[in-house]
């Protein structure tokens, strides 16, 4: 075991020191359905085959902004810096009881036991990783057998892509079993417009397959002009009025890989109501649909 913390990348932005209480009032139950844990690294050391390295962020930190944001639970995603050792995640979903759950990263010879101890931790969704920059490839059938592997324990699959692999990766998508839930919208080109092509094959795409969710998260990644990520409403806008009952919300703390920009997450809480507009979409946005997608059981 590593017992020296690792240093962050000279490029990495650190986490905001000190976000703002937001005016927003979330309502009560509400989840905050894409966040991350990293390390501590002299605890839960970061995978040999990382992309990137972060600043330690680890579970008391997660909490204590669940609780100043005013948030009752997490969902807690594999970052890509631990690889699948989910040690990390787990820990933080044991240590929150039933204020947690986590989605994991897991290997094509996860056995059975090994997926049933990490649902007794809280687990209740896997997370597939399709951007090149983050991740080495892995071939579709490494993925489907996860994903049928899965299927006994009632747990989703989190797919991650970028609008310019949307068309090769949709008939592999279809394919999949259970829920899918994408995440940030398959990052669009937000300067293309809502209407544009790329855009509308996700549109169609949830339309046409009721088992695909996605998450209306992250302008700052999505955004081309910045604060306050004007550029980026309408098309969170587009599958909250048209899909609400298939759509999570997650802050994305603390933010992987962000180099020019770091986003305070109270001024994310207050974006929420430019995105679902009705206090009925919000409820369903931050309390019913990641309740029933992660709480069910």
Aim: hydrophobic share 35%; charged share 25%; with cysteine.
């Amino acid at each position: 075991m590593n017992t020296q913390p690792q240093p962050m990348d000279a490029d990495w932005l650190v986490v905001h020191p000190n976000p703002k209480k937001p005016d927003y009032v979330l309502p009560k139950g509400a989840v905050d359905a894409h966040c991350h844990v990293f390390g501590p690294s002299a605890e839960f050391p970061y995978a040999p085959e990382r992309k990137y390295t972060p600043g330690d962020q680890g579970k008391d930190k997660l909490f204590a902004l669940r609780d100043y944001l005013g948030f009752e639970r997490n969902v807690i995603v594999q970052a890509t810096c631990h690889g699948k050792d989910n040690r990390a995640m787990v820990d933080a979903c044991i240590a929150a009881g039933d204020k947690a759950r986590g989605v994991a990263s897991v290997g094509k010879d996860i056995t059975r036991e090994e997926l049933k101890a990490l649902h007794e931790g809280g687990v209740r969704g896997v997370r597939f990783n399709f951007v090149k920059r983050l991740v080495d490839a892995t071939p579709p059938e490494v993925f489907l057998g996860i994903a049928d592997k899965i299927q006994e324990f009632g747990w989703s699959t989190v797919v991650y892509f970028e609008a310019q692999d949307l068309e090769s990766l949709e008939p592999f998508l279809n394919t999949l079993p259970g829920i899918i839930v994408v995440d940030h919208m398959g990052r669009p080109d937000v300067t293309k417009g809502v209407d544009h092509p790329d855009f509308q094959r996700f549109i169609n795409l949830m339309a046409q397959n009721e088992r695909i969710w996605t998450k209306v998260t992250c302008p700052e990644r999505l955004t081309k002009q910045g604060e306050p990520y004007d550029d980026v409403v309408p098309y969170y806008q587009a599958i909250v009025d048209r899909f609400e009952d298939r759509v999570l919300w997650g802050t994305d703390w603390p933010h992987p890989n962000m180099k020019s920009h770091m986003p305070d997450d109270g001024l994310l809480v207050d974006y929420i109501p430019r995105i679902a507009r009705t206090e009925a979409q919000r409820q369903k946005l931050l309390v019913d649909n990641p309740m029933r997608l992660y709480w069910a059981d």
